[in-house]
């Protein structure tokens, strides 16, 4: 990969020790994906969070924040491991608290935006159309790309935050337009989709599209991007999917010619026992849970809105715990508009700038989780100590409230 | 020379040698693989219970979480990461992963793609290869 003068001059440590250690792995990054030069990012959004980072993921980002880097970019943040404000409540054992306050300090020092979401494109980093970015968090790359049509690779942990310092990230992947084309097509022709429908979609799409980046037709018109969101996430879970093309939504592709720039690509129809099937997977029990998990990805407040009013009049049976994850943003909303005393009245509880995936599930005591999650369900079954069910929110919350 | 078995892409640059261990589905080290041991623990994996420690591991592609990279750095923190992969498409979390393990612990995990599932389909379980990334070749041992 070409570095022009002042690049190569990071490279060389004149312009201090963090931005070198930063273009020494976007450099050998580049080299290693075929990347013709480093182009400039209007965002980033990185990884903090210690379930995932562990302890060599402390020691890197305290190295880059310790040795004077800084991001060149606005940043935000996914999700941290423990509620920021609450985590004593919710049991987290003080040690593995502390290991996510190291990094809570080492990115606050790096001068990123304290949002800890998943949903940063609905909170506080707002890409438009053509925009190129470097996001880590697969559902939202995939967000970025197929909704906003802005570019970004799934960019993973480490090089998240030496692309951010730099401000620069190598052109390959997503960010060329040859590698945008749909390459394989999904005909959806289900009416009266559920929640769950959505996200199983999504993990259909996912396991079958494999390498290629697909198409998909047939939503309905009335689709929100909440809906899309949850799709959007299942689809990168099941596989590695960075950008969904949907008719009428992405820029510049309303049918599949366009999508795949006149190539003829296979076509595969979604049935619903092809989402059947993504259920009887994704649902290993059907015990009774330890606990409900909803907001994977984070909820917005209008889910908030939707999760309040089934839990009118309602009350979480016993034996069980629910939360529901979002944003600290969305919480404050849901707060004011008395949102929260509604769910918080039915026996459960909203977390704030965490979530499920990311939180010490196991060690929190919870053997069976429910969700209406394809993305919880997916990682939490992958770990293989958990066993995971899989509903929609309505069959969920009449099989434990009353 | 010893039987070349299949040519490919170095992505990061070096040589290995161990025993083979294949998947022939999409993998990640995210929540995949437990990397106080190096064993993998997903069960929508078809290698479940193996260890990736030392093994010139091959799978097509990766899947999920943006977060498998720093699960690979772990790994190779707590030295139970694999001795190379070996991938169909190009799977940044394993070519990221290898590029700080190099930065940061100064292992060598040489990083390979472009090579087919069926290039490797017929190996039996446990066969010994020597790989070089340089030259984008993996070799029979014996």
Redesign the interface.
């Known amino acids: 990969m070409h570095l022009d003068s002042a690049q190569e001059k990071m490279l060389r440590g004149d312009l201090g020790e963090a931005s070198q250690?930063a273009m020494?792995?976007i450099s050998?990054?580049g080299d290693?994906?075929g990347a013709d030069e480093l182009v400039p990012i209007r965002s980033a959004h990185v990884?903090a969070?210690y379930s995932?980072?562990?302890?060599?993921?402390v020691?890197?980002l305290e190295?880059f924040a310790d040795s004077g880097g800084r991001f060149a970019v606005p940043t935000s943040v996914d999700p941290a491991s423990v509620d920021l404000q609450s985590w004593k409540s919710f049991g987290i054992p003080e040690n593995y608290a502390r290991q996510q306050f190291r990094l809570c300090d080492a990115y606050a020092k790096l001068g990123g935006m304290r949002c800890w979401t998943c949903v940063q494109y609905q909170v506080c980093n707002f890409p438009k159309e053509g925009d190129v970015v470097a996001w880590?968090?697969?559902s939202a790359?995939v967000f970025a790309n197929s909704v906003l049509g802005a570019r970004s690779?799934?960019?993973?942990?480490?090089?998240?935050i030496a692309c951010a310092i730099l401000g620069l990230t190598p052109r390959f992947?997503m960010l060329r337009d040859e590698n945008r084309r749909a390459e394989i097509a999904f005909e959806l022709s289900l009416k009266g989709l559920t929640d769950l429908d959505f996200r199983s979609i999504g993990f259909f799409v996912?396991?079958n599209a494999?390498?290629r980046v697909p198409f998909l037709d047939g939503l309905p018109r009335s689709v929100t991007s909440d809906q899309i969101k949850h799709l959007g996430a299942a689809a990168?879970?099941?596989?590695?999917v960075t950008m969904i093309h949907f008719p009428g939504i992405t820029p510049g592709s309303n049918i599949v010619a366009e999508a795949s720039g006149g190539e003829k690509v296979e076509e595969i129809e979604i049935t619903r026992s092809s989402l059947s099937d993504i259920e009887s997977?994704l649902n290993?029990t059907s015990e009774f849970p330890d606990l409900v998990a909803f907001g994977v990805p984070h909820l917005s407040v209008n889910e908030l809105g939707e999760l309040s009013k089934l839990l009118e009049g309602r009350k979480l049976k016993k034996g069980t715990k629910m939360y529901a994850y979002t944003s600290s943003q969305a919480y404050d909303m849901a707060e004011r508009t008395g949102i929260s005393a509604t769910i918080e009245g039915a026996g459960v509880r909203l977390s704030q700038g965490t979530d499920a995936?990311i939180s010490p599930l196991k060690a929190l005591g919870f053997d069976t989780v429910l969700t209406n999650s394809a993305k919880l369900a997916?990682?939490?079954?992958?770990?293989?100590?958990i066993k995971v069910g899989y509903a929609s929110q309505k069959e969920i919350i009449d099989r434990v409230t009353s | 020379m010893k039987q070349l078995l299949t040519k490919g892409k170095g992505?990061?640059m070096g040589s290995a040698a161990g025993e083979t261990l294949v998947s022939q589905r999409?993998f990640?080290f995210?929540?995949?693989v437990d990397?106080s041991t190096g064993i993998v623990?997903?069960?929508?994996?078809d290698i479940?219970g193996s260890n990736v420690k030392g093994k010139i591991l091959f799978y097509?592609?990766?899947?999920?979480?943006?977060?498998?990279?720093?699960?690979f750095?772990?790994t190779?923190?707590l030295g139970n990461n694999p001795a190379a992969v070996v991938t169909?498409?190009?799977?940044?979390?394993a070519?990221?992963?290898s590029?700080?393990a190099?930065?940061?612990y100064g292992k060598d995990i040489p990083?390979m793609s472009g090579i087919p599932r069926t290039a490797y389909s017929s190996l039996e379980a446990g066969a010994e290869v020597f790989l070089d990334a340089r030259r984008g070749e993996v070799r029979m041992k014996k």
């Open positions: 250690f020494e792995i050998k990054v290693a994906v990884l969070h995932s980072l562990h302890d060599a993921g020691e890197v190295r880590a968090e697969s790359v690779n799934k960019i993973t942990a480490g090089m998240d992947g996912g396991r494999g390498a990168a879970a099941a596989g590695p997977d290993q995936e997916e990682i939490v079954s992958s770990e293989g100590e | 992505l990061v999409a990640t995210a929540h995949g990397p623990t997903d069960v929508r994996s479940r097509p592609f990766g899947k999920g979480s943006t977060t498998a990279s720093s699960w750095l772990e190779v923190r169909e498409a190009v799977d940044l979390s070519v990221i992963g590029i700080m190099k930065v940061v990083v």
